[in-house]
């Protein structure tokens, strides 16, 4: 059974950093690095956004225009893990954030491309 796992989320003040980590489990050998990995929010009474995507092979990545110059995604194919190193958190970053596995992606922005998905880590930010 594939799983995701989200940690690092929390409370902050308004300009601070967090580090957000995905742990993937359950694929076989290898399996990971063939996968993208995206990661999405929502805040309340808000739809789901794609904030930011990591491709398989070269890692090329995707940023979201109001996140882009202040989160950076970093994979570690070693450990099936997945980061979203968050700086210059602003008050409109408060949501819940999800990471999702996708095979086979067209743009990576959009939740319907993703396979697997896990239950989330809330991110506070206070002005």
């Known amino acids: 059974e594939i799983q995701l796992v989200e940690t690092g989320g929390g409370l902050v003040q308004a300009g601070g950093s967090l580090r957000l980590s995905c742990v993937v489990s359950?694929?076989?050998?290898?399996?990971?690095?063939?996968?993208?990995i995206g990661w999405f929010r929502q805040a309340p009474g808000k739809e789901r956004e794609g904030v930011s995507c990591?491709?398989?092979?070269?890692?090329?990545?995707y940023y979201a225009d109001s996140v882009k110059g202040r989160f950076t995604i970093s994979r570690d194919n070693a450990k099936n893990t997945v980061y979203l190193q968050m700086n210059s958190l602003k008050p409109e970053d408060t949501a819940r954030y999800y990471c999702?596995?996708?095979?086979?992606?067209?743009?990576?922005?959009?939740?319907?491309?993703?396979?697997?998905w896990g239950q989330g880590t809330q991110v506070t930010v206070s002005s």
């Open positions: 999702a596995a996708g095979l086979n992606l067209n743009t990576g922005t959009m939740s319907y491309e993703y396979d697997y």
């Open positions: 990591i491709y398989r092979g070269d890692g090329s990545t």
């Open positions: 359950g694929f076989t050998f290898d399996e990971f690095d063939d996968y993208a």
